[in-house]
């Protein structure tokens, strides 16, 4: 377990890996925050009696995302580097498995998945938490209308994040992301469903 662990923050020291992870967590995480949009304002506009039912919903759509996030890019990262380890394999005429490039494209592997999968969990978690203060604080309205505006902070925080490592205007950036999360809001109340 120790050496596992090892692995993946070694792996997480290489710019190519955290790089192809962070892609996979923000774009993972924004499916998970407009899936939230969408779990919220679907499920108030179709008289779902109570914030619980309403989460546990949500957390039925992040556990098939987050699902999803790992399962597929493990599948996919394992057909990837197996492929890389075959091209350098066949350059340098020799096997490399149980080698360190082995090793170092398993771990790559390992932190993609990972961080492919808790993208979009806190994507979904955390808009949906509103709903579990609905019958002590909130009405369902308010609950619906506070998950919209976590979830739209969130996709902001994505879009200014991504602004600051590709050195552009954060508030533009965190704007544009944060827009879709009202357009997918406002697609649900217009859209028959």
Do not use: C
């Amino acid at each position: 377990m120790v050496s596992r662990l090892k692995r993946l923050l070694r792996a997480l020291e290489r710019d190519d890996v955290r790089s192809i992870s962070r892609r996979y967590f923000i774009s993972n995480g924004f499916d998970g925050a407009l899936t939230s949009v969408g779990v919220a304002v679907g499920s108030y506009l179709s008289g779902v009696p109570d914030g619980l039912t309403v989460f546990k919903i949500g957390m039925g759509a992040a556990i098939g995302l987050g699902t999803s996030g790992v399962w597929s890019v493990w599948e996919i990262e394992r057909a990837e580097k197996r492929a890389e380890l075959k091209r350098i394999e066949h350059a340098m005429l020799t096997d490399l498995d149980e080698t360190r490039i082995q090793r170092q494209k398993a771990g790559a592997r390992q932190v993609n998945a990972l961080m492919s999968g808790i993208g979009p969990v806190i994507g979904v978690v955390f808009p949906m938490t509103p709903f579990l203060f609905e019958e002590s604080l909130l009405s369902m309205r308010g609950a619906t209308l506070i998950s919209i505006g976590v979830a739209v902070s969130i996709l902001f925080v994505f879009g200014a994040y991504l602004a600051d490592i590709s050195e552009q205007n954060w508030i533009v950036a965190g704007a544009r992301m944060g827009l879709a999360g009202i357009v997918v809001a406002l697609l649900n109340i217009i859209l028959p469903g």
